[in-house]
């Protein structure tokens, strides 16, 4: 008789907005056997409490083993990730005086900082000699620092700005993601990876005491 086969398509990170943490709730599950699927996915890995850290590390030996010891005579197939971390993650459902006042403060940091920034940079390149010297040259009459160069090289400065962020207000230009969710697409990746092996070493160490 052939074994009954689960497959598990687990992810790396889960946010949580719930104390118990199943199976089902990092990972996809599959089994033509529907009752040996409820079973699996009704596993129970973990429960947060009040006074512990809000992340929770497992690896898929761990979950094949627990998958195992529930079901027996299955064999168990891991498509997806090796290690897993659940995070509980706490939802205010209404946005306080606070939270509006921080969306502010990054707004104003962002907008002066950016600012500075391409002013800091004009000013190092010289961009405004520049620009009159080469108007000198092509016109034959002096600059008087408001010429068609400044003005399209403005228009221009922010269309660029624009079409490489890909939005333009709250909306989006393009389908594809921005330079910053890319960014912090491979931010967050480091950081689970970071968390995932300091979770094995701590393991590691407290095995070896």
Excluded at 67 to 73: A, H, I, L, P
Excluded at 79 to 88: C, F, K, S, V
Excluded at 120 to 128: M, S
Aim: aromatic share 10%.
């Amino acid at each position: 008789m052939a074994q009954t086969t689960v497959y598990i398509k687990a992810e790396r990170n889960t946010e949580m907005q719930v104390d118990e943490v199943f199976l089902k709730d990092i990972a996809s599950l599959y089994c033509e056997d529907k009752t040996i699927l409820a079973k699996v996915k009704a596993i129970k890995l973990h429960t947060f409490h009040e006074n512990e850290r809000k992340r929770f590390f497992i690896s898929m030996t761990e979950v094949i083993k627990l998958v195992k010891e529930t079901v027996s005579g299955v064999e168990v197939e891991s498509i997806g990730e090796p290690d897993m971390i659940a995070e509980r993650v706490y939802v205010e459902k209404k946005k306080g005086a606070v939270e509006v006042i921080k969306i502010l403060l990054v707004s104003l940091v962002c907008f002066f900082g950016a600012s500075f920034t391409i002013m800091a940079f004009h000013n190092d390149i010289g961009i405004v000699d520049v620009f009159a010297k080469y108007y000198e040259l092509v016109m034959g009459e002096t600059s008087s620092g408001f010429t068609i160069l400044e003005i399209s090289y403005s228009i221009g400065l922010a269309a660029g700005i624009i079409i490489f962020f890909n939005h333009i207000g709250g909306r989006r230009i393009t389908k594809d993601p921005t330079p910053i969710e890319v960014e912090m697409s491979i931010y967050e990746e480091d950081v689970e990876k970071a968390l995932i092996k300091t979770a094995n070493r701590e393991e590691l160490e407290s095995d070896t005491k």
